[in-house]
């Protein structure tokens, strides 16, 4: 039987598909485990804190909320300048934007200065910049792992063909974040490292929240760290690259990044201190910047689960036991809110019990992954008719986004939601990584920090009343009909997806009926 040349072609490429999805990596060199160190004894951070009775006899932790992007920012860059010894860096996604390029520049002249640097990146965004990331990995003090990368290094078709093969493998992410300096102080939550996540992007920015912490508990945000740093999911990027880095390379790209660090020094994010070479305080040494407690518990997932080898979620587990235990209210915020059959049953059981639950999410036209979004869409009847309280982000942002375009020429117009946060009866609240959806539970490893500090609780309890105004959330609920509508600030009644495009509506709408739920 004679086929037709295009068939020929075809099976030709499939096959190359397979061989590049499927190829392996090279063996891994033998590798010493990296372990747990004590906090450093020297720098800015161990004398401070070993003067600081709270955390030094009273074994209480200081926390600190980053609701805004500049002061996240600015946070990371005071804690890196204030480094002695080493700085371990976890994220999801690292920007090669203004944000990214600036945050590695300081990484940079840390190393310079001899602080140790560890950075460990998910592939979900490292792909496709070995180059880069294997000449910054040839500095003396820094070292750059990737964690579960692809096989094939850039190009979207290759990376589609071996997400066909290994997609069960490829799936699993590692969604939780790290900022630890001298093992003193971390930054955890929800805010990976980009423009965006620090409202400072021209185009589309996130309202995000993560926390500063400060003490003991450190130490538990450290050995998380330590247990990816040494996992067999992350990769040393050397293996990685197709070409040997060098030393020559490096100095190439720490000179390229000092000239586009000088050609761009009026961007919004360095013109703040202390970027802008103006003096200022350092907030992240003074005690009052701080919430000191011993009431909190940091969680998070084996990183086995980021590598589809682990089983169940000790964050969901964790999650799960606070909800059982709700009596009179809960407040969530989560962006990609897809509670599933079960999660929508149990809260519409909460709420017939007597609970009032307020769930703030994204609106579609907010929402910067519409078929997501469907997810949602499909339980949103359910849950109203039980009582539940819906609540969509406007993609206009929060009133005090007009600042950022009045001061800092920040297109406010288009806004998402990134904050992840639950309130359990007023006595209890989370802060961390973890989505409402499936993704979270089963897939992605996540992290987070339980607190039982009232203050805190109240603070991030009126986080929740703030982001679900009338000025910044649609109300969703029914008509006399019975059918949805959204209302907002301004009185308008609103019957379908407000400000969603045509598009947004076709994607979500496709979603809602192809059996894909348990993986959004």
């Not at 508990?217 to 990685?240: H, K, M, Q, Y």
């Not at 907030?283 to 009052?288: L, N, S, T």
């Not at 980021?306 to 169940?312: I, K, N, Q, T, Y």
Request: hydrophobic share 45%; net charge negative.
């Amino acid at each position: 039987m004679r086929y037709p040349v295009w068939f020929s072609w075809l099976v030709a490429v499939l096959l190359l598909a397979l061989v590049a999805g499927c190829a392996p990596l090279q063996p891994a060199p033998e590798r010493a485990w990296q372990g747990l160190e004590p906090p450093s004894s020297e720098g800015p951070l161990a004398t401070w804190l070993q003067g600081h009775p709270p955390a030094r006899d009273e074994g209480k932790t200081g926390f600190r909320l980053l609701d805004e992007g500049a002061e996240a920012f600015r946070w990371r860059v005071m804690s890196v300048r204030m480094a002695r010894e080493r700085i371990q860096v976890q994220s999801y996604i690292w920007r090669d934007d203004a944000a990214g390029r600036v945050l590695m520049g300081e990484l940079l002249g840390a190393a310079d200065r001899g602080v140790r640097v560890s950075l460990l990146l998910d592939d979900i965004d490292a792909r496709g910049r070995d180059a880069t990331l294997a000449a910054i990995d040839q500095h003396p003090n820094i070292e750059v792992r990737v964690f579960n990368p692809f096989r094939s290094r850039e190009g979207l078709l290759r990376a589609s063909a071996e997400f066909f093969f290994r997609g069960s493998d490829l799936n699993h992410r590692m969604h939780n974040k790290a900022w630890i300096v001298d093992g003193h102080l971390a930054i955890t939550g929800g805010r990976n490292v980009g423009d965006e996540y620090f409202e400072a992007s021209p185009d589309y920015n996130f309202a995000d929240l993560d926390l500063v912490v400060v003490g003991p508990l450190v130490r538990e945000i450290d050995l998380s760290f330590v247990e990816f740093w040494n996992s067999p999911g992350a990769i040393g990027v050397e293996r990685l690259a197709r070409e040997n880095a060098s030393p020559e390379r490096l100095a190439m790209q720490q000179g390229a990044l000092r000239a586009w660090l000088a050609q761009n020094h009026t961007h919004p994010l360095m013109q703040m201190e202390p970027l802008n070479g103006l003096p200022v305080p350092q907030p992240v040494a003074d005690a009052a910047a701080y919430v000191w407690t011993t009431q909190a518990e940091f969680v998070v997932d084996d990183e086995a689960k980021a590598r589809g080898r682990g089983e169940g979620s000790r964050v969901a587990d964790a999650l799960g036991e606070r909800l059982l235990g709700v009596e009179e209210e809960l407040l969530i915020v989560s962006p990609y809110f897809v509670p599933g059959r079960d999660g929508a049953a149990q809260l519409a059981r909460m709420s017939e019990a007597g609970v009032r639950i307020q769930v703030l999410t994204n609106s579609l036209a907010a929402n910067d992954v519409a078929f997501t979004h469907a997810g949602y869409a499909s339980r949103r009847h359910a849950l109203l008719d039980a009582g539940v309280e819906l609540f969509e982000l406007r993609p206009t942002g929060p009133p005090r986004w007009a600042r950022l375009e009045r001061d800092r020429g920040i297109d406010a117009s288009q806004a998402s939601l990134h904050t992840k946060l639950l309130v359990f009866d007023g006595r209890e609240a989370f802060v961390g990584s973890f989505n409402l959806d499936p993704r979270s539970a089963h897939t992605n490893s996540e992290s987070g920090v339980f607190l039982r500090e009232p203050v805190l609780v109240e603070r991030l309890a009126a986080l929740h009343q703030q982001g679900i105004r009338p000025q910044v959330a649609y109300r969703v609920g029914r008509d006399a009909t019975g059918g949805l509508v959204w209302r907002d600030g301004s009185g308008n009644a609103h019957r379908y997806e407000p400000k969603a495009g045509l598009w947004r509506r076709f994607v979500s709408g496709v979603t809602r009926i192809l059996p894909v739920e348990p993986l959004l």
